[in-house]
């Protein structure tokens, strides 16, 4: 049971690799969850509209896809993310990349814990979750 990380079609991003898994394991066990098979995979705005529309039959263009292969208490997935809408969020939001990266990849795993964003009150929670994630990261570097 592991996280890896993989790239499609984009260079592969400056992270690392232990510490941002160490933290990913870390979120998933404070929610009293064991860690699964869970697969990061970086890829540009073009790779995940082409899933978007294969998968979901959406034919637009988002941050991130989460397939969700939770069984029980084991949390796995493929947590698909754009770097290119990464890249846009970071300068709307006037963030880093690397700090818009590290929330994408939380909401992800947040999203296979059970969260939802779809309305209002899931998004405010949503976003709580996501910076305290965010601030358990920051303890690490």
Not at 39 to 47: G, L, M, P, T
Not at 53 to 75: A, C, P, R, S, W
């Amino acid at each position: 049971m592991s996280i890896r990380f993989f790239n499609e079609d984009v260079n592969f991003p400056d992270i690392r690799k232990r510490i941002v898994s160490a933290w990913l394991k870390e979120i998933i066990s404070l929610h009293d969850k064991k860690v699964g098979d869970i697969s990061v995979i970086f890829c540009s705005d073009s790779y995940l509209l082409d899933v978007n529309k294969q998968y979901l039959e959406h034919d637009y263009f988002t941050d991130i896809i989460t397939f969700d292969y939770v069984e029980g208490n084991l949390i796995s997935g493929d947590i698909f993310i754009s770097v290119d809408r990464v890249l846009e969020n970071s300068t709307l939001f006037k963030v880093s990349f690397s700090e818009e990266l590290h929330r994408i990849m939380a909401h992800g795993v947040l999203h296979l814990l059970g969260y939802k964003d779809k309305c209002d009150e899931d998004k405010v929670m949503m976003t709580e979750k996501e910076n305290f994630s965010l601030q358990l990261l920051s303890d690490k570097f």
